[in-house]
């Protein structure tokens, strides 16, 4: 009922930026919750960052000051701005989306992931 699709990875420098996006379609009304997570090879997938309907953002302490989410709620797009990027946020990224209202009036009972997307951060 609701596909993401997510855009914006590759590879980059260190002290680089990247821009991920992640849209979302499907019998969408709304997006109360829009997340990124990461994943690093050998690594548990782990939070990054969220936004909530009501303007509310929280961040890992390892990328605040230096990520911002965004959300663009008629395109239904979560962003996902990175700035400063060092070797150690090289990972998979993947979008999240919960408490997803559809056009019926109905809250979607389980969390939406995307694919995933490549961020390397190398030299």
């Known amino acids: 009922q609701v596909h993401l699709v997510e855009s914006g990875g590759g590879l980059v420098q260190p002290g680089g930026s990247l821009r991920l996006s992640c849209a979302a379609s499907?019998?969408?009304?709304?997006?109360?919750?829009g997340a990124w997570f990461r994943q690093a090879p050998g690594k548990q997938r782990e939070f990054v960052a969220r936004t909530t309907e009501g303007g509310i953002t929280e961040y890992a302490d390892s990328v605040k000051g230096r990520f911002t989410i965004s959300r663009d709620t008629a395109k239904k797009t979560v962003y996902l701005r990175m700035n400063s990027l060092r070797p150690e946020d090289t990972a998979v990224y993947f979008c999240?989306?919960?408490?997803?209202?559809?056009?019926?009036?109905?809250?979607?009972?389980?969390?939406?992931w995307g694919q995933g997307t490549q961020v390397t951060v190398s030299s």
């Open positions: 999240n989306v919960d408490r997803v209202l559809t056009s019926t009036g109905d809250y979607l009972p389980q969390p939406y």
């Open positions: 499907g019998n969408i009304f709304a997006i109360d919750v």
